[in-house]
C-alpha cells in the first residue's frame, strides 16, 4: 500500500559525487548539472525478525549508477542504526537491515545523473534506507479455492493471520479467489471455511521472493488426515460443497462497506446487482425483477425475516458486521426457499468463530453505532452491537418552527446480539437476537381540552430470536435445525379516531438434512447428493384497520400454520448437474381457510470448461394470501388461491482470468393467480400504494402479469481495485381483471445502469464513485378533478393512459481514509451521495386541488460523514 | 409504511384559489326530503373568466352500477340544460317514492343511506361534449345516445376526456328520511360578522369574521373559495368561524365565497365581491 511514493520520499539522496568531464567532450552550452533520480525502487523486504520484534532502523548506502541509471555497486556506508534514538546501536545489529537495504537498491532504476554540459554521465551517490514498521513492504496474497476437480468454489471465507496478530478476511468471489493486500512480510496463518466444509488451516511465509498463491483444493468427503500446509501448495480442506443456487449475487460485507452511495448498508449494496429496480428516493427497497417489494423476501441464514428496513427501506435493522455476506436469488432458487413469488435476499451470518476480540464505534450523519466481537473461549464467542440514529434530534425542533406543529422527527434504534459456539467437531450452536424499533410522530393539540395529541403516527417494532443447531454426522450428512420466533408491531394512527396496526407473533422453524453430490466435473463421474427438509411458520396475527378517511374498519385475530416439506435431489453426470426439487406447501388459519400448492422446480447446470457455468432453470414458486384477505371479517374471501409464478431463466457465467467475471441472463416469468381487489389505503400495510383508479370489487384471484429481462454483470476485482457495471433490461406487465387492460407494472423500469467502482489508493486512502441510470417508473397522469361537495374534498380524475416518470441519473462519490495505528485504527469517510445534485422527479404528487402535477423530487446532494475507531 | 412517509412530506398547497369554471355550491331546499317530495337545487358556479357557463344537470341514485334513474327513456327526459343567472341557476330534484319502502324495513345489520342525488356538469360553451350531445337529444340506441348514457352513469371517468379548464362537475346529495317538517334538518346560516366592502391593498391581508346559525355548530365545515389573492384556513371557533383573506401580489377584482356544510345535507353560501388595489 506505501510502496512506491513511500519509497521515493524516504530513501532520498543525501550526498552525490559526479564525474567530471571527458577530455573528448565537445563544448557546449554549459547548465546545471543534475542527480540521478530514483524511478523504480523495488520494496526492501522487511526482516521478518526485526519487523516482528517492531525494530525499526536506517542503513546508509552508497550506490555506483551507471550512465544509463543502473546500480553497479552497492555498498552500507553507514551500518544500521536505530530510529529511536533511545535504542542503542546493538539492538539493530545483525538483524539483517544492511542485507535489506543492499538487496532492494541493487535493483533501483535512476534517471542518469547529467553534467553541466548535458551529458549523461556515472555518478556516487549515497542512500539511507530507512526501515519501519508503518512503512514495511505490503504484500498481497491471493488464495484460490476450488474442488477435487478444480472448480471455484465462491462464497467461502479465508482469513489470515500474521506475526503481530494482525488479521484479514476475505470471501472467495465467482472463481472461488479472495485476495489480500497489505499484509506486511513474515509468517501468516490461513484459513478457509465455508458453510458445510470444516475449516482448514495452512501457514505461509511471505517475503518478498516467494510465491504469492495458494490454492485450497477441497475433497467432497471428509478424509481422515489434516490440511497440507505449505506456501505455494494446494491444500485440502475437509468438508462438503453446498449446493449453488442457479442465480446467486453474493456481495462479501467488507466488498459493501466501501461501495458509494449505499453508506454501508449491506441490503442497499444489492440495488446496485442486475435484476433490482431502482427504488424510489434513495430508500432500500428492493425490487426483484419487476415485481413489488412485497412479493420478494428477506431471510437471515435462510429463515424468514419480516421486518429487514427502517422506516421501511432507509436502513438495513442488522447490522452489516454481523454478517459475513449477502446473498441476491433474483429467481429460479432451489425448493428450501418458499412461500415466495418473486426473489429474495438471505443475509448469512459468519460461521466461523473470530480469530480475536474486536470493536468498533463509529459516528455518521444519521446515527451512531457501537459494535463488540468478543472470544469468550477457543470455542466461543459473543457479538453485540447496537444503533441510535439522532436524525430527530436535529429535525425535530426544525419541523417545530417551521411548520407550527410539534413532531416526533424519524428516529430508530436496533440491538442485534450473538452468541456462537463451536465445537471440535465443527458443530455450530447459534443465538442471535435482533430488536428493532422505529417511531415518527406529528403531535398536534386538541382544541376542546388544550392537550397534545398524536396527529399522525408511524412506529413499528419487532424482537426476533434465531436458535441454530447444526452439525455433521460421520456419513457427511449436514443436520441443521433452525428456530426464529418473536413479536412484532406495525402501528398506523391518525388522531383523533384513526388507528391500524398489525401485530403478528410468529415460529418460524427448519429442520433440514444435507448431503453433497460427490464427484467432480472433469470426470465421468456420477455423483447423487440430496437436500430434504422440512419447514413452517406458526403465526397468532392481530390487525385492525380503523382510519376512516382510508377506508372502512376492519379486523381480524387469526391463528395461522404452514408447515411445508421439500426435497431436491442434486444428480451429477460428469459435466452437468441436475436438481430436480419439489416443495409441498399447506397453509391454513383457525378462521377456516386452508389452501396448499405444490412446487415442482428444475435446475440444470454444465461446467464446460473451468470458470464457465450454464444455467437453466425453470419451476413454480407460490405466494399464500396477505392474512386480511382470507379473513371474513375484513371482507376476505375464503374462496382464494395462492399466487404462484412460473420462473424460467438461462444463463452464462464466464471467468476470465484471475480478476474478471462476466454474468448474462435472460429470465421470462408468468404471474397467475395473483390476488387484486378491495383496493383502499390499508394496502399499505401489505402492498403498494394503488395507483390510479381503485379497483373496490371483492378479492379474486382474477390478477395475471408478465416480467421478462435481460441481465449483465461485469465484474472486477483486483487486489486494490473492486468494480461492477450491472445493466437490466426489462419488462413487467399486469392485468387486474380478465377484460381489464393490460398495464405496466408501477415499478416497471426497462433499463437499469449501475456502474461503481472503489479503488485503494497509498497511505490508507480509498475513492470511489457509483453512475447509477434508471428509466422512470409509469403513472396514470392526472386527467381532470371533481369537487366532493359532501365533504368539500377535490376528487383525482386519472386518464387510463400511462405516462412515466423523467428518467433518473446519479452520480455518488466516495472517500475514505484510514490511518493505522498499533491497536487501532481510524477511519472517516465522505460519501456525497448525488454529487451534481441533480433533481431527479420520483413520485408525481399533486396540488390538494388537484390542479398541478407536483412531483416529488429524489435526494438532494447529501454529503454523509462518518468517523469510525476501530480495535 | 413507506408511502406514508411520503404523504408527509408533501407541503399542503392552496385548495381556495378558483382556477377557472368551478361549482362552488350546490344548496337544497329543504335540506332534508321524505320520499316522494322534492327539493330545489341551486347551483353556484363561479366563473372567474366571464366567458359564459352552461350546466347539465341530472338526478342519479347510484346503486353501484350506474344511476338508478336511467331507465330507458329518453335521455332528454332524464337530463336538463341549465343558463344560469349571475352565478346561480336553479333545479329541482325529487325523492324516489320507493325509499319510503326502504325507510320501513326491517334491513338487519344492512346499512344504508338514503338520498336525492344530482350531478351538475358545467362548462363553457362549447367545451363539454356531454353537453352537445345532450343538446343534440340523440336518439335512443344511437351511438350518441350510448356515449351520452355512458357519461351520465360514470361522469367521474368521463371527465377525463373532458379539458381540466373551463368544465367542472359536482355531485349533491339531499338526503331522504321519514323525519317530518319539524325533525329534519334544516340548512345553516352564514353571514359575515362585519359587513363592509372587501378591498385591499396589494400585499394585505383583512380577517374575515363570520357569525352562524346552526342546530349543531360542532359538525360544521367550512371551506373558501377566492378568485382573487388566497384565503388562509378557517378557524372554527363555533358560532365565530374566521378565514383571512390574503391579497396577493396581483391588483384585480375578483369575488370570495364561503361555504358551510353541517354533515347532514344541510349547508349555506356567502359570498362578495372582493377588490385589490
Redesign the interface.
Known amino acids: 500500500m506505501l510502496a512506491l511514493p513511500l519509497l521515493l520520499a524516504l530513501c532520498l539522496p543525501v550526498a552525490a559525487q559526479q564525474a567530471a568531464p571527458g577530455p573528448g567532450d565537445a563544448p557546449a552550452a554549459l547548465s546545471e548539472p543534475t542527480l540521478p533520480v530514483l524511478v523504480a525502487a523495488p520494496a526492501a523486504p522487511y526482516p521478518p525478525a526485526a519487523l516482528a520484534a517492531g525494530l525499526e532502523a536506517t542503513v546508509l548506502l552508497e550506490l555506483d549508477v551507471d550512465a544509463t541509471g543502473r546500480v553497479l555497486d552497492a555498498r552500507v556506508a553507514e551500518a544500521a542504526r536505530p530510529v529511536d534514538p533511545a535504542l542503542p546501536v546493538e539492538a539493530v545489529t545483525a538483524q539483517g537491515f544492511e542485507e535489506a537495504a543492499l538487496q532492494a537498491a541493487r535493483a533501483f532504476v535512476f534517471t542518469p545523473a547529467r553534467d553541466a554540459l548535458g551529458q549523461d554521465v556515472p555518478a556516487r551517490i549515497q542512500y539511507r534506507s530507512r526501515f519501519t514498521v508503518a512503512a514495511a513492504p505490503r504484500l498481497s496474497l491471493s488464495t484460490q479455492v476450488q474442488d477435487a476437480q478444480g472448480l471455484p468454489l465462491p462464497g467461502a471465507t479465508v482469513v489470515v493471520a500474521g506475526p503481530d496478530g494482525a488479521r484479514q478476511e476475505a470471501v472467495t468471489d465467482a472463481d472461488g479467489v479472495a485476495r489480500f493486500a497489505d499484509l506486511p512480510v513474515g509468517s501468516w496463518t490461513v484459513a478457509a471455511s465455508s458453510t458445510g466444509w470444516l475449516t482448514g488451516t495452512a501457514s505461509a511465509e511471505l517475503d518478498a521472493e516467494t510465491a504469492r498463491e495458494l490454492v485450497f483444493t477441497l475433497q467432497p468427503d471428509r478424509p481422515e488426515t489434516g490440511p497440507r500446509t505449505e506456501a505455494g501448495e494446494e491444500i485440502e480442506v475437509v468438508g462438503q460443497r453446498l449446493q449453488p443456487e442457479v442465480t446467486e449475487r453474493v456481495l462479501s460485507v467488507e466488498q459493501i462497506q466501501y461501495l458509494p452511495g449505499t453508506g454501508g448498508d449491506v441490503v442497499k449494496a444489492v440495488q446496485n446487482l442486475p435484476g433490482v429496480n431502482r427504488a424510489p428516493?434513495g430508500?432500500g427497497?428492493i425490487l426483484i425483477r419487476g415485481t413489488a417489494p412485497e412479493d420478494s423476501a428477506a431471510y437471515l441464514d435462510g429463515m424468514p425475516l419480516p421486518i429487514v428496513f427502517h422506516?421501511?427501506?432507509l436502513n438495513t435493522v442488522i447490522n452489516g458486521d454481523s454478517l459475513e455476506e449477502v446473498a441476491f436469488l433474483p429467481g429460479n432458487y432451489g425448493v428450501r426457499y418458499g412461500r415466495t413469488l418473486a426473489g429474495l435476499i438471505d443475509l448469512r451470518t459468519d460461521p466461523s468463530l473470530p480469530e480475536q476480540s474486536s470493536g468498533y464505534v463509529s459516528v455518521d450523519l444519521f446515527q451512531a453505532t457501537a459494535f463488540v466481537e468478543q472470544r469468550l473461549s477457543d470455542r466461543t464467542a459473543l457479538t453485540l452491537s447496537g444503533r441510535r440514529s439522532y436524525i430527530d434530534a436535529v429535525l425535530t425542533p426544525v419541523l417545530t418552527a417551521v411548520t407550527g406543529s410539534t413532531f416526533q422527527a424519524?428516529r430508530y434504534y436496533d440491538l442485534n446480539a450473538r452468541l456462537l459456539h463451536r465445537t471440535d467437531r465443527g458443530d455450530i450452536f447459534d443465538a442471535f437476537l435482533v430488536g428493532s424499533s422505529d417511531a415518527?410522530r406529528?403531535i398536534g393539540t386538541d382544541e376542546s381540552t388544550g392537550e397534545e395529541e398524536t396527529t399522525?403516527g408511524?412506529q413499528?417494532r419487532f424482537a426476533k430470536l434465531r436458535l441454530l443447531y447444526r452439525h455433521f454426522d460421520d456419513r457427511g450428512v449436514r443436520h441443521e435445525t433452525v428456530f426464529i420466533t418473536g413479536p412484532e408491531e406495525?402501528k398506523?394512527q391518525i388522531a383523533p379516531d384513526g388507528d391500524a396496526f398489525e401485530r403478528p407473533f410468529d415460529l418460524s422453524f427448519r429442520h433440514e438434512l444435507f448431503k453433497a453430490a460427490p464427484g467432480g466435473h472433469r470426470d465421468k463421474s456420477f455423483g447423487l447428493g440430496w437436500r430434504v427438509g422440512l419447514d413452517g411458520i406458526a403465526t397468532k396475527y392481530r390487525f385492525v384497520y380503523d382510519v376512516p378517511a382510508f377506508g372502512l374498519r376492519e379486523e381480524g385475530d387469526i391463528g395461522i400454520l404452514a408447515p411445508a416439506l421439500y426435497a431436491e435431489p442434486t444428480i451429477r453426470l460428469s459435466r452437468w448437474d441436475l436438481v430436480p426439487g419439489l416443495r409441498g406447501d399447506l397453509y391454513t388459519t383457525d378462521a377456516g381457510y386452508t389452501n396448499s400448492a405444490l412446487d415442482p422446480r428444475l435446475a440444470v447446470l454444465f461446467h464446460p470448461w473451468t470458470q464457465s457455468r450454464l444455467k437453466i432453470a425453470v419451476g413454480k414458486h407460490s405466494q399464500f394470501p396477505e392474512p386480511r384477505e382470507v379473513t371474513p371479517s375484513s371482507d376476505g374471501e375464503l374462496s382464494l388461491t395462492h399466487e404462484y409464478s412460473v420462473q424460467t431463466g438461462i444463463g452464462w457465467e464466464q471467468g476470465i482470468g484471475q480478476d474478471w467475471t462476466v454474468e448474462v441472463s435472460r429470465y421470462y416469468n408468468w404471474l397467475q393467480d395473483l390476488v387484486v381487489g378491495n383496493e383502499d389505503a390499508f394496502r399499505?400495510?401489505t402492498g403498494p400504494?394503488p395507483q390510479g383508479?381503485l379497483d373496490s370489487d371483492p378479492y379474486a384471484n382474477d390478477g395475471v402479469g408478465r416480467t421478462a429481462g435481460l441481465e449483465l454483470l461485469v465484474k472486477y476485482q483486483s487486489e486494490r481495485t473492486v468494480a461492477l457495471l450491472a445493466g437490466t433490461l426489462s419488462h413487467s406487465v399486469r392485468q387486474k381483471r380478465p377484460d381489464a387492460q393490460e398495464l405496466l407494472f408501477e415499478y416497471d423500469q426497462p433499463l437499469v445502469i449501475n456502474a461503481l467502482g472503489s479503488h485503494e489508493l497509498p497511505k490508507g486512502w480509498r475513492v470511489g464513485a457509483r453512475f447509477r441510470y434508471g428509466s422512470g417508473n409509469p403513472y396514470f397522469p392526472l386527467?381532470?378533478?371533481?369537487?366532493?361537495?359532501?365533504?368539500?374534498d377535490?376528487?383525482p380524475?386519472?386518464?387510463?393512459e400511462q405516462d412515466r416518470t423523467a428518467a433518473f441519473y446519479q452520480l455518488d462519490l466516495r472517500v475514505d481514509k484510514t490511518w493505522d495505528f498499533r491497536k487501532w485504527d481510524l477511519s472517516w469517510y465522505l460519501d456525497l451521495q448525488n454529487a451534481t445534485n441533480r433533481q431527479n422527479p420520483e413520485?408525481i404528487?399533486y396540488?390538494?386541488?388537484y390542479?398541478?402535477e407536483?412531483p416529488?423530487n429524489g435526494l438532494p446532494l447529501i454529503p454523509a460523514f462518518g468517523l469510525k475507531g476501530e480495535w | 409504511?413507506?408511502?406514508?412517509?411520503?404523504l408527509?412530506?408533501?407541503g399542503?398547497?392552496?385548495?381556495t384559489?378558483i382556477?377557472d369554471v368551478?361549482?362552488?355550491?350546490?344548496g337544497a331546499s329543504p335540506a332534508e326530503l321524505q320520499p316522494g317530495e322534492s327539493s330545489t337545487l341551486t347551483v353556484t358556479v363561479a366563473d372567474p373568466s366571464g366567458q359564459g357557463v352552461e350546466i347539465l344537470a341530472w338526478p342519479c341514485t347510484d346503486l353501484g352500477e350506474g344511476c338508478a334513474e336511467d331507465l330507458g327513456q329518453p335521455v332528454s327526459e332524464w337530463v336538463s340544460l341549465l343558463s344560469p343567472v349571475d352565478e346561480d341557476a336553479t333545479w329541482t330534484v325529487t325523492a324516489s317514492p320507493l325509499w319510503a319502502k326502504l325507510l320501513s324495513a326491517d334491513t338487519g345489520s344492512a346499512y344504508f343511506e338514503p338520498y336525492a342525488g344530482a350531478w351538475f356538469l358545467a362548462c363553457r360553451p362549447g367545451q363539454c361534449a356531454p353537453i352537445e350531445l345532450a343538446r343534440s337529444a340523440p336518439a335512443a340506441g344511437s351511438d350518441d345516445d350510448v356515449a351520452l348514457r355512458t357519461f351520465l352513469n360514470d361522469?367521474?371517468?368521463g371527465?377525463?376526456?373532458?379539458?381540466?379548464d373551463g368544465?367542472?362537475?359536482?355531485?349533491?346529495?339531499v338526503p331522504v328520511s321519514d323525519r317530518g317538517e319539524d325533525e329534519r334538518n334544516q340548512n345553516p346560516e352564514l353571514r359575515l360578522e362585519d359587513e363592509r366592502e372587501l378591498s385591499l391593498a396589494v400585499g394585505g391581508e383583512q380577517e374575515l369574521l363570520f357569525g352562524l346559525i346552526d342546530e349543531t355548530p360542532d359538525a360544521l365545515?367550512l371551506?373558501g373559495y377566492t378568485s382573487i389573492g388566497t384565503l388562509g384556513p378557517a378557524r372554527t371557533d363555533f358560532y365565530s368561524p374566521t378565514f383571512t383573506w390574503y391579497a396577493g401580489e396581483a391588483a384585480g377584482e375578483g369575488r370570495i365565497y364561503v361555504?358551510v356544510?353541517d354533515g347532514e345535507g344541510g349547508?349555506a353560501l356567502w359570498r362578495q365581491d372582493a377588490v385589490v388595489e
Do not use: K
Open positions: 428516493l430508500v427497497q422506516f421501511a427501506g424519524p415518527f406529528v399522525i408511524l413499528t406495525q398506523f399499505f400495510f400504494p383508479p386527467a381532470n378533478r371533481w369537487l366532493d361537495l359532501e365533504s368539500g377535490w376528487q380524475v386519472y386518464s387510463d413520485v404528487g396540488s390538494d386541488d390542479y398541478v407536483e416529488i | 409504511m413507506l408511502p406514508l412517509l411520503l408527509a412530506c408533501m399542503p398547497s392552496d385548495t384559489i382556477r368551478q361549482i362552488v355550491h350546490v361522469p367521474t371517468t371527465m377525463a376526456d373532458l379539458p381540466l368544465a367542472a362537475l359536482a355531485q349533491r346529495r365545515q371551506d361555504v356544510r349547508s
